[in-house]
């Protein structure tokens, strides 16, 4: 499967940006579907992933309540609803997928991998 991510931008501290991760391929169904992100001088984490279902998503600390990921299997992708963004969310994100039921916040058990799209929150 290949992943493009896309939706970034420059925000204020406070807006909104809809982040997507559009994939390739008859089995997207198949993949479960992750958001890394990578600060400067930092290491890349773990942001939020769902289910090959939909049916189970999962959240870093720092986005709970914040972020939220979704995915239409019918157009294959995955989107990350992000409010009430902070200057510490600016990074560039990824999204990586898997073919398993389960998400994993260990980006190295991801097989397939998008290029980032840069967000840049500002204060």
């Known amino acids: 499967v290949q992943l493009q991510a896309s939706g970034g931008g420059l925000v204020q501290a406070g807006g909104s940006l809809r982040l997507s991760c559009a994939a390739s391929?008859?089995?997207?169904?198949?993949?479960?579907i992750s958001w890394f992100r990578q600060a400067p001088g930092k290491e890349r984490e773990f942001v939020a992933g769902?289910?090959?279902?939909?049916?189970?998503?999962y959240y870093a600390d720092s986005v709970k309540g914040r972020f939220t990921i979704s995915r239409d299997n019918a157009m294959n992708a995955v989107h990350l609803q992000m409010n009430s963004l902070k200057p510490e969310d600016t990074a560039v994100y990824y999204c990586?997928?898997?073919?398993?039921?389960?998400?994993?916040?260990?980006?190295?058990?991801?097989?397939?991998w998008g290029l980032g799209t840069l967000v840049t929150v500002s204060s």
């Open positions: 990586a997928a898997r073919r398993t039921m389960s998400v994993s916040p260990n980006q190295n058990v991801y097989d397939y």
């Open positions: 769902i289910s090959w279902s939909g049916g189970n998503t």
């Open positions: 391929g008859r089995t997207f169904n198949s993949y479960t």
